[in-house]
């Protein structure tokens, strides 16, 4: 597994508390992974195969290739299905606000496509940042979008 960081440009500081990056090849046998709520939302572009997300019934849905997860209240369960290759944009509590289209408050507890949330924009930002070939390039699309 390979996990990396990278700070934000100073303008974006006051909103994006990181970029990251998880890289993994698939498991035989892939465990569950437990997220916790810590007041940070996240846009996530997943590069590799999806990620299912369980619902507290025992049952799954399959997350978005790119989406932003709302706040989350309670703890939540995913589990990879295949190769891991993520970027990430962890925003600040409340650092994601200014760049909603939609009231952050209907994006809780659950993963949100890009395209819902910026239409024709969102879906072509998911295209560049899928087919870009290195994190440094999607660093760059993310922040110039």
Known sequence: MN?????????LCPFVKCYWTLEAPQEESPERQ??????????????????????EDGGYV????????????????IEATGLTN???IRFHPEG???????????MENRAVPLPELFDNEGAELEGLILNAVT????????EAF
């Open 3 to 11: 996990y990396n960081t990278i700070s934000p440009v100073s303008d």
């Open 86 to 88: 993520i970027f990430a």
């Open 62 to 77: 399959i997350q978005p290739r790119s989406f932003v997860f709302g706040q989350i209240t309670q703890p939540l369960e």
């Open 135 to 142: 994190n440094e390039d999607r660093v760059r699309l993310i």
């Open 96 to 106: 994601f606000v200014p760049f909603a289209a939609i009231p952050v408050n209907q």
């Open 34 to 55: 437990r997220i916790v709520p810590d007041g940070c939302m996240e846009m996530i572009f997943n590069c590799g195969d999806p990620y299912k997300q369980y619902a």
